[in-house]
Nanobody
C-alpha cells in the first residue's frame, strides 16, 4: 500500500525558514496532497494542499503569504516551504494524501517543528 515519510523538521528561531519534505511510496501519492499540523493540546489543523498539476493550491489564513506548498510528481514528493516562522507555528507537521481537497486517506507519522522566540 505504501507510506508517507516526512522530513525536514527541527528547532529554529522566529523569522527563520524551514523546508519540509514528504516522500510517498506505493499508492500514497495521490491527486491531492496536503500538510496538516497539530500543536500541543490542540486539534490537528489544515495548513496547505495542492492538486495533481500543482495549478491549484490552498492555504490556511494563518500561513498564507509565508508558506508555499509544491510537489514533484516524478519524485513522488510534496514540499512545504515555511518562511518567516513564528512561535505559533510550533507543531507536529503531517503529510496527507487523498482523492479530494479535504478527503485524505493516508497520513504520515509527522515531523516536529519548533520555533523559539
Amino acid at each position: 500500500q505504501g507510506q508517507l515519510v516526512e522530513s525536514g523538521g527541527g528547532l529554529v528561531q522566529a523569522g527563520d525558514s524551514l523546508r519540509l519534505s514528504c516522500a510517498a511510496s506505493g499508492r500514497t501519492f495521490t491527486s491531492y496532497m496536503g500538510w496538516f499540523r497539530q500543536a500541543p493540546g490542540k486539534e490537528r489543523e489544515f495548513v496547505a494542499a495542492i492538486n495533481w498539476s500543482g495549478g491549484s493550491t490552498y492555504y490556511a489564513d494563518s500561513v498564507k503569504g509565508r508558506f508555499t506548498i509544491s510537489r514533484d510528481n516524478g519524485k513522488k514528493s510534496v514540499y512545504l516551504q515555511m518562511n518567516s516562522l513564528k512561535p505559533e507555528d510550533t507543531a507536529v507537521y503531517y503529510c496527507a494524501a487523498g482523492s479530494g481537497f479535504m478527503k485524505y486517506d493516508y497520513w504520515g507519522q509527522g515531523t516536529q517543528v519548533t520555533v523559539s522566540s
